[in-house]
């Protein structure tokens, strides 16, 4: 939604005594919340598991509610250019921030990267089979 001087949004709380600066806060951590959702349920793929045991779907969404706090945890302190890099899509805006999307990707490639580099470290591998094991985790990532 673009916003504009002509659109104005109403909001109302049921608190009479909550001040303007309450509202809006209320109404942003709201919107917080509604993207944590959205990303739980589209990157995580929460409720889209098949198990048979309602115990066992309350588990795995749980672990998806785990997994979305630890990729943020991760990516708190980095930079946006750590993040994402968008220089495989041109057409997208280079000044927008990182989705939860970008951070799960950048941490899989860090951890493909990782494994590489132990495996480098304890054995002699091929120069060919090196880049193309990092060509596939670029892929993968």
């Not at 409720?47 to 990516?75: K, P, S």
């Not at 302190?77 to 921030?97: G, M, T, V």
Request: net charge negative.
């Amino acid at each position: 939604m673009r916003w504009s001087n002509h659109l104005w949004l109403a909001f109302y709380c049921t608190d009479p005594d909550a001040s303007v600066v309450e509202i809006l806060e209320a109404f942003a951590d709201r919107a917080t919340i509604e993207q944590d959702f959205h990303d739980v349920k589209e990157v995580w793929g929460a409720g889209q598991q098949q198990v048979r045991n309602i115990w066992t779907n309350v588990a795995v969404y749980n672990l998806n509610l785990w997994m979305h706090t630890l990729v943020e945890l991760w990516a708190w302190n980095r930079a946006d250019e750590q993040l994402c890099d968008r220089s495989d899509s041109p057409w997208d805006d280079a000044e927008r921030r990182p989705s939860h999307a970008n951070k799960r990707k950048a941490l899989r490639q860090q951890l493909m990267q990782n494994e590489l580099s132990t495996l480098r470290a304890k054995w002699w591998l091929p120069r060919k089979f090196v880049h193309l094991a990092e060509r596939l985790v670029a892929l993968a990532a």
